[in-house]
């Protein structure tokens, strides 16, 4: 046992600026539905380079908006990597849509051009229409976008990217495609302006992601007929002033005699849902987006000596497989661990790890594992996924860490399995 402060995988970053942001909305006169919101939705879609951006509850709802506002149901499939969170997967479902897991590289836990490409080959053969592409940034890492984006074009589908792991991380593919930064940068969030079937990026500010809104998500997209079915989708389905192109369906109803749009009407286009972000949240995450570099900055300074302090260690332990193609903000330190060759099974490492002070994590237990999915289709041959976990740990990452707590992690890490 140990008398420091218990060390969790992961923890939310609040400081005072961040409480008078959130006191001054109570003192305010909205709490939901106010001027918080819109400003959060202004800077995030500056901040990731996108035209808009759409705030809602969670990064689940934003996966839910993502796939409806697409237009996918019934008949069609989304592919989705194995090693996500279920919420990937199950939200295509809640659209109607079958689910092609796709296999990831063992090491880096990411879908490739080749896996998305298998997913899509195993669909057909179930007779599913595929209608996108859902690539997980795991951990603060991108997956191969140039080329996802390549195959997503040529095969008209479209790209949802999960970012729950991702806000701040920069894609480096490179190459002369529209919406790249000079020396062919991208944001994570700026989406892919050449996948004409759309393309929209969820972002998630869960309290252990690198900002936090305590419970929040947000949808970016560049098509402005897209977000409006977004937005319009987070709230009932429901518009108050005609979209661009359009007309009230009820111009009687919806305007005087003048012409002006009566102030208490709406419409309502198509059943939505309640998705909306309250003004509470939205101000936590405002403040927090403020210092977002800091956060990325500090995080790979962490990961930088976890990389030192762990190469002793190998082959027994390894930190994450880098990935050359972007510059990643880190939300996981999911290291690779052989805990056979270490003869000590993960449960036990785990139990020995918090005996110590240290908290730790296993992301994921592949999707296509669950017991929905394994009645659903079967038991899936997906390798990679099963590989990668098999051995994986998430050690502690998070700013507030001090550059020490790093090597109490790993000579506590060290300790345990030897």
């Known amino acids: 046992m140990t008398n420091l402060p218990f060390l969790p995988y992961g923890r939310q970053s609040v400081e005072e600026e961040d409480i008078a942001a959130v006191a001054a909305v109570l003192r305010g006169d909205w709490l939901t539905q106010g001027p918080a919101v819109a400003a959060f939705e202004r800077a995030l879609a500056a901040r990731v380079g996108a035209a808009e951006a759409v705030a809602c509850a969670n990064a689940t709802a934003a996966l839910r908006l993502a796939y409806t506002a697409l237009g996918i149901g019934p008949g069609d499939a989304v592919v989705v990597p194995s090693n996500t969170f279920l919420a990937t997967a199950s939200a295509a479902r809640h659209a109607g849509a079958e689910v092609a897991f796709a296999d990831v590289d063992p090491d880096s836990g990411l879908m490739g051009v080749a896996e998305a490409e298998a997913a899509i080959a195993r669909a057909a053969k179930a007779g599913w229409r595929v209608r996108a592409l859902a690539p997980v940034h795991y951990a603060g890492q991108t997956a191969q976008m140039a080329g996802l984006a390549a195959l997503a074009r040529a095969e008209g589908l479209a790209l949802v990217e999960d970012a729950a792991h991702a806000i701040g991380t920069v894609d480096l593919s490179g190459g002369d495609l529209p919406g790249m930064m000079d020396?062919?940068?991208?944001?994570?969030?700026?989406?892919?302006?050449?996948?004409?079937?759309?393309?929209?990026?969820?972002?998630?500010?869960?309290?252990?992601?690198?900002?936090?809104?305590?419970?929040?998500?947000?949808?970016?997209?560049?098509?402005?007929?897209?977000?409006?079915?977004?937005?319009?989708?987070?709230?009932?389905?429901?518009?108050?002033?005609?979209?661009?192109?359009?007309?009230?369906?009820?111009?009687?109803?919806?305007?005087?005699?003048?012409?002006?749009?009566?102030?208490?009407?709406?419409?309502?286009?198509?059943?939505?849902?309640?998705?909306?972000l309250s003004d509470i949240h939205a101000a936590l995450v405002l403040s927090q987006l403020g210092r977002l570099d800091r956060f990325v900055e500090r995080r790979a300074r962490l990961m930088a000596l976890y990389a030192d302090r762990l190469a002793p260690l190998a082959p027994?332990?390894?930190?994450?497989a880098l990935v050359p193609w972007c510059r990643p903000a880190w939300h996981l330190c999911a290291a690779r661990i052989d805990f056979d060759a270490a003869r000590r099974p993960r449960s036990a490492v785990m139990a020995g790890l918090r005996a110590l002070g240290v908290g730790t994590q296993v992301h994921y237990i592949p999707v296509h594992r669950q017991p929905y999915w394994r009645r659903r289709y079967g038991?899936?041959?997906?390798?990679?996924?099963?590989?990668?976990?098999?051995?994986?740990?998430?050690?502690?990452?998070?700013?507030?860490?001090?550059?020490?707590?790093?090597?109490?992690?790993?000579?506590?890490?060290?300790?345990?399995l030897s």
């Open 183 to 276: 020396g062919g940068e991208r944001p994570v969030g700026a989406g892919w302006r050449e996948v004409e079937a759309g393309s929209l990026t969820v972002f998630s500010f869960h309290p252990v992601k690198t900002i936090a809104a305590g419970e929040g998500g947000a949808v970016t997209g560049n098509d402005p007929a897209l977000m409006a079915r977004v937005r319009r989708l987070c709230n009932h389905g429901m518009r108050r002033t005609p979209e661009p192109g359009e007309g009230f369906a009820d111009p009687d109803a919806a305007l005087d005699a003048e012409g002006n749009a009566n102030p208490w009407y709406y419409e309502m286009a198509e059943p939505g849902f309640n998705h909306r």
């Open 379 to 416: 038991d899936l041959a997906l390798p990679g996924a099963m590989n990668h976990y098999a051995h994986t740990l998430s050690l502690p990452l998070f700013p507030a860490m001090a550059d020490g707590d790093v090597e109490r992690v790993a000579a506590a890490l060290e300790r345990v």
């Open 316 to 320: 027994l332990v390894r930190p994450p």
